[in-house]
């Protein structure tokens, strides 16, 4: 089996702060490390680096609430015997409120990682390394995490606090930096600044006992996210034809890019290492599967009754082709008939021991680089080019023999925007997708309007309704710092 990063939790007070759920600016130290303290070597910074890892795969591992639940990708399977996860079940409604706590969870995780990553920034610079590319590699990657919570926070809330430097005490926390909502377009100029640094700072690969850490390739896709969440399509090109230099490629079976024996593979371009063998066991088929199920998928124990969460819905179903491969791998049945429960499949490896997998997750895949480049060159005019990627490029392996084709960039766009959906499901794209393009408010009613004829439960006439494209500011939040609530909420 492929070495990768071992993630460990750095026991540094500083650090594990963040982990509070009523407020991420909590900095007082549970012992005698402080940041000010504690990142004075090389090896502090590399444990610091290395629980900036721990932070993310902590929130980046629950992403499927906001980019799939959000969505028509997915849904729920209700069940009336257990009503605990009823405030989840709101995420997929459109009915949450303030004070949810899926949505405070999402603020302090991407703010826990974006406190690892100041540690790191705010300290490297007066620390002795014996190999300063490596020094300059550590730096990268903190600034990438940065980077990439602040879109993360961005696209989920809007303005934010854009916080840069670290509090050496919980008074000096409190002053316009931790207090002030920034607007999203003066946070991604500041972020696009540090991403730069951090393309210019990361390896284009690592050795094998570091393979799964942030790559200068990983680096350039988010910038190129970031440019076209912007909707700057031209700009968005060049990363991404650099990353066409870095030796990624579409691999021949779609599978393989889930099977655990094919971690880290020539497609993969950043993905959340897990590690049965290392005691760092991942576990999604607890949450997944149908809570019905029993004990024939989970294989030790039962399923959860609060299981069946993150379900294909029907209209995703009806999109697949029969023939299309893709659409085995994602998903699969439970039960026969109008019984039948669907389940996402491509998470589906057995557990070596009870709740235990050891499957990686991906956050970004070449096959996303490739389409988000077909995207991009419909935008600027050209639509031969951008459909010649999805044909030649992602649908082969599919075992699809049609032909995509377009006679307007309209239609080229709507047809890419279907692909994305067919090949990237279940790996958390799909709603920001529908916001990025402007599509998510009429989608989504459209969903809603699909599933209150679906499901015969949802009859308070309130679901579907108020399809609100930012998720609120944390109740808790908005208390104790006065931030003005988003719109809707």
Avoid at 262 to 287: I, M, R, W
Avoid at 394 to 413: F, Q, Y
Wanted: negative net charge.
């Amino acid at each position: 089996m492929k070495k990768s990063i071992i993630y460990t939790v750095l026991t540094l007070g500083i650090l594990t702060s963040s982990c509070n759920t009523d407020d991420f600016l909590t900095l007082e130290p549970s012992n005698s490390n402080t940041a000010l303290s504690f990142f004075n070597t090389e090896k502090q910074i590399n444990e610091g680096v290395t629980a900036i890892y721990t932070s993310h795969r902590g929130i980046y591992s629950n992403q499927w609430k906001f980019g799939e639940f959000r969505s028509d990708n997915t849904s729920y399977q209700r069940n009336e015997a257990d009503r605990g996860g009823a405030r989840l079940e709101e995420n997929d409604e459109f009915t949450m409120s303030a004070d949810n706590g899926n949505i405070s969870q999402l603020w302090n995780g991407w703010y826990g990682v974006v406190l690892d990553a100041n540690n790191i920034i705010n300290n490297i610079p007066e620390v002795d390394f014996n190999d300063s590319a490596l020094k300059d590699a550590r730096l990268g990657e903190a600034l990438f995490f940065r980077t990439w919570a602040y879109f993360n926070l961005t696209r989920n809330f809007g303005a934010v606090p854009f916080v840069t430097s670290v509090a050496s005490s919980p008074e000096n926390a409190v002053n316009d930096e931790f207090t002030t909502r920034v607007d999203k377009a003066e946070i991604h100029a500041a972020i696009m600044e540090d991403l730069e640094r951090a393309i210019s700072f990361l390896p284009k690969s690592w050795s094998p006992s570091d393979e799964g850490r942030v790559t200068q390739g990983t680096a350039l896709m988010l910038k190129a996210k970031i440019l076209m969440e912007d909707q700057q399509f031209s700009e968005a090109i060049a990363p991404l034809r650099q990353m066409e230099t870095l030796g990624y490629q579409i691999l021949a079976d779609y599978k393989q890019n889930f099977d655990p024996s094919n971690k880290n593979s020539a497609e993969s371009v950043f993905e959340l290492q897990y590690s049965f063998d290392q005691g760092q066991p991942s576990n999604f088929l607890t949450s997944f599967v149908p809570f019905n199920s029993g004990s024939d998928l989970v294989i030790f124990g039962t399923a959860s009754g609060r299981a069946g969460l993150n379900q294909p819905t029907q209209d995703l179903i009806n999109l697949y082709s029969e023939e299309d491969a893709r659409f085995s791998v994602n998903i699969a049945f439970y039960g026969e008939g109008d019984a039948s429960e669907p389940y996402i499949n491509k998470y589906y490896y057995l557990p070596l021991a009870p709740g235990q997998q050891d499957i990686n997750y991906p956050v970004f895949r070449y096959a996303d680089a490739r389409l988000m480049l077909a995207e991009c060159l419909v935008e600027t005019g050209d639509i031969t080019s951008g459909l010649n990627i999805v044909n030649n490029e992602i649908r082969p392996r599919t075992g699809l023999t049609e032909t995509v084709d377009a006679t307007s960039k309209e239609e080229a766009l709507e047809k890419i925007a279907i692909e994305r959906r067919l090949e990237l499901a279940f790996e958390n794209h799909r709603w920001f997708d529908l916001v990025r393009t402007g599509k998510a408010v009429e989608t989504m009613k459209a969903h809603g309007d699909d599933l209150l004829a679906l499901k015969p439960h949802l009859t308070q006439g309130l679901e579907y309704e108020n399809i609100r494209t930012l998720l609120a500011i944390p109740f808790n939040q908005v208390q104790q710092f006065g931030y003005e609530q988003n719109a809707g909420w």
